[in-house]
Antibody, heavy 118, light 110 residues
Framework: QVQLQESGPGLVKPSETLSLTCVVS?????????WGWIRQPPGKGLEWIGT???????HYNPSLKSRVTISPHTSRNQFSLKLNSVTAADTAVFYC???????????WGQGTLVTVSS | QSALTQPASVSGSPGQSITISCTGT?????????VSWYQQNPGKAPKLMIY???KRPSGVSHRFSGSKSGNTASLTISGLQAEDEADYYC??????????FGGGTKLTVL
């Protein structure tokens, strides 16, 4: 059974970089499928951040593309998210996900709340 | 790309059927049969309910079904139960490896 677990700081200062890691167990991220990140501001809807797979390149939400980097760390069966120049509007619960067919999410982490505040 | 349009809320009584709409454009929902639906309970991660427009993952009740007409996808829940009360989100492929979500719909079981 595939399990995903997000980890990282729960508080980030404005203008700094938000960094999160997703640890995957039960499946090797280098074996196939795609993997990605989704966020949800408190009380609001879901927003796709980006997706990567080893056979293709990484794809990002156009509205975040200039600030986002998603990277695989195959040896540790993890992948990461970096979001630069954060503001209060980036405060959200961040979920890491497995992506099937490049278009739907069948496994989700429990989510981690990141607050942007000084 | 703009978010897909969903009603903010829908409601129904136990045993009834309800439908949640998800309206996009000819560039996303209308151009691909790649809409997925997610159920989210308070404080929990979303759960996949429908993928590829009308397919159910193993373990999801047959009471949940998906369909599409033109630029609008729909999620229908038949035989409504109290446990179905949750937020529901649609998501569509929009070309160029981009995915967009709907704003979400709160389902209340009366």
């Amino acid at each position: 059974q595939v399990q995903l677990q997000e980890s990282g700081p729960g508080l980030v200062k404005p203008s700094e970089t938000l960094s999160l890691t997703c640890v995957v167990s039960g499946y090797s991220i280098s074996s196939g499928y795609s993997w990605g990140w989704i966020r949800q501001p408190p009380g609001k809807g879901l927003e796709w951040i980006g997706t990567f797979s080893h056979s293709v390149s990484t794809h990002y939400n156009p509205s975040l593309k200039s600030r986002v980097t998603i990277s695989p760390h195959t040896s540790r069966n993890q992948f990461s998210l970096k979001l630069n120049s954060v503001t209060a509007a980036d405060t959200a619960v961040f979920y890491c996900v497995r992506v099937i067919g490049g278009n739907y999410f069948d496994n989700w982490g429990q989510g981690t709340l990141v607050t942007v505040s000084s | 790309q703009s978010a897909l349009t969903q009603p903010a809320s829908v409601s129904g009584s136990p045993g009834q059927s309800i439908t949640i709409s998800c309206t996009g454009t000819s560039s996303d929902v209308g151009n691909y049969n790649l809409v997925s639906w997610y159920q989210q309970n308070p404080g929990k991660a979303p759960k996949l309910m429908i993928y590829d427009g009308n397919k159910r993952p193993s373990g999801v009740s047959h009471r949940f079904s998906g369909s599409k007409s033109g630029n609008t996808a729909s999620l229908t829940i038949s035989g409504l139960q109290a446990e179905d009360e949750a937020d529901y989100y649609c998501c569509s492929y929009a070309g160029s490896n981009i995915l967009i979500f709907g704003g979400g719909t709160k389902l209340t079981v009366l």
